[in-house]
């Protein structure tokens, strides 16, 4: 049975890879995408396309009735590295647009509603490796903050107002189809850009920073499927754990060099390398994998093929 979805924020990283596969499954007839402002890409060319403001309630509301709509999935947002330069921005984007969405979800204006979180929820004080599922919590963003925050209103209303929402804390995610949204893992889609234009990087993170990362086509998987899931099936309301890879520069550096033998890496870690500092090395997502069937597909080797081979289209 076909639903009908509404994606605000569909111009972003994910957004666009996201509308791309939800047009696929339920039909472009059958996914409204919206942005801040309309451009001239995929997104807006391939289908039905909303110019709508995350902060605007009636607008949100207006696209809801207008196409009678199912499903939400919120991918408005500022990114770690980003909201860190505007954190009152930041604060009053990431929060103020899911209260608008759950609020309307309460209302019974739609069904289901998907809300990003992220490792950025952790913070110095978190285990750092196989980080669990409940932890300590103590995020040093304002992004961070933001999604903690978040995830315990996704919780309230749940609980409260029975809204079903849906979430998962995405780790560092990884795409050549659209360029990097200011976040502290965009050095792993970078550092391809330049291997095949440069052959040499500088990454802005140390050598040996581990983190949690993702194929987006796996993210992208993760997160229809977590939308399509039977309601009983979703027992976290909060946000779930999330993992595929982790893996640190040396490394990605190293998978590279196996296909450009003459790459080169260096090092000049700026102010995003204490942001990830602050977050897990590896993720433990031992319930996503129980309650919904989760797995990823795409280890680091088939990561670096697959970004080289996008790339060079």
């Not at 110095?124 to 963003?141: L, R």
Request: hydrophobic share 40%.
């Amino acid at each position: 049975m076909s639903r009908k979805v509404l994606i605000i924020g569909a111009c972003g990283q994910i957004g666009t890879e996201l509308t791309k596969q939800l047009r696929s499954k339920y039909g472009v007839s059958n996914v409204i995408a919206s942005d801040i402002r309309k451009m001239d890409n995929e997104v807006v060319n391939d289908g039905i396309f909303e110019v709508v403001n995350a902060l605007d309630y009636n607008q949100i509301e207006h696209l809801i009735e207008k196409y009678q709509v199912d499903d939400v999935y919120l991918m408005a947002a500022l990114l770690s590295a980003t909201a860190e330069k505007n954190p009152a921005f930041a604060w009053d984007l990431n929060m103020n647009s899911l209260f608008h969405v759950l609020n309307l979800a309460k209302a019974k204006k739609f069904k289901r509603l998907f809300w990003p979180s992220s490792i950025a929820v952790f913070g110095p004080s978190t285990p750092k490796d196989n980080t669990p599922q409940y932890t300590i919590m103590e995020p040093s963003t304002v992004y961070g903050i933001s999604k903690q925050s978040g995830e315990r209103w996704c919780e309230y209303y749940h609980k409260l107002y029975q809204v079903d929402v849906r979430s998962v804390r995405y780790p560092g995610l990884i795409s050549y189809t659209s360029p990097p949204g200011g976040g502290t893992t965009d050095y792993a889609v970078e550092i391809f850009h330049e291997a095949l234009a440069n052959k040499s990087y500088e990454c802005f993170l140390k050598a040996d920073t581990a983190l949690p990362m993702m194929y987006m086509s796996d993210a992208i998987r993760a997160t229809i499927q977590i939308m399509e899931a039977e309601p009983e099936t979703i027992k976290i309301r909060s946000s779930y754990n999330l993992a595929a890879v982790s893996f640190t520069p040396q490394e990605i550096a190293n998978a590279i060099t196996k296909h450009i033998s003459d790459f080169k890496m260096s090092y000049k870690p700026d102010f995003r390398q204490a942001i990830a500092d602050s977050w897990p090395a590896s993720i433990d997502d031992t319930y996503a994998r129980k309650d919904w069937g989760w797995q990823h597909e795409y280890d680091l080797e088939q990561i670096t093929q697959a970004m080289l081979d996008g790339l060079r289209g």
